[in-house]
């Protein structure tokens, strides 16, 4: 059993976030929970639920103190301002991680800047949602200026293609999973998936073993 760390979830009540406190609760972590809504937060005696803005100046401060922080941020694929409000709230996270000195930063982002050839990424492919295209662009330009920075301790995870029963996977959850890199991974002739809650397992161990410093990686079911 791994030792009890105390972790921070940013987006605690998103689709990721939810299952990523689930899991992290389960593994008797001491699990900070950020949310704009507090009242959808799990309740466990593991889990603190704490009201927040990422745009409030003392952010720094209130992730001070954490072993990883966990960012599931995601203002909403409604939202008609997705790439302007995911870039100022992706860059106030960062900012703040730097400021407080976390020593490792797991940023959720978005299976749309994995690569399906050389020098050609999911999200310039003809096929691609254009509902979805600001949000996607947002998160690989925030990984772009993360790659060369050493200033702060970011990881990146990029989810499989198809995520979840919405994605049209499933949502059993398996706790197994494989590891891939910088490129989308397949399922012989379709792009692959997995479930939320083995996402969240890949996304605990990682920030557990801090296994991807300063490098993006992806997962999917095995």
Known sequence: MMNTQKIAV???????GQAVVAELAKRGHQVTAFA???????????????AFDVNSANFAEQL?????????FNPGWANPNIGT???RGANAIVEAAKTAQVP???IVGGAGSLYVAPDLQVIDT??????IYDGANAARHLLNDLRDRRDVNWAFISPPARLGAGGG??????????????ELLMDGEIPAGISVADLAVAIAD????KAHLHQRFTVAAQ
């Open 104 to 106: 490792y930063l797991l």
């Open 126 to 131: 003809p096929d691609f949602p254009k509902e």
């Open 10 to 16: 940013i987006g605690a009540t998103g689709y990721v």
């Open 169 to 182: 996977f499933s949502e059993a959850r398996l706790g197994a999973y494989r590891l891939g890199g910088e």
């Open 85 to 87: 409000d995911f870039t």
């Open 36 to 50: 704009r809504n507090t009242d959808k937060v799990m309740q466990s005696d593991k889990v603190q639920a704490v």
């Open 206 to 209: 990682d920030a557990e073993q």
């Open 64 to 72: 001070t103190g954490f072993d990883a922080v966990i960012s599931a």
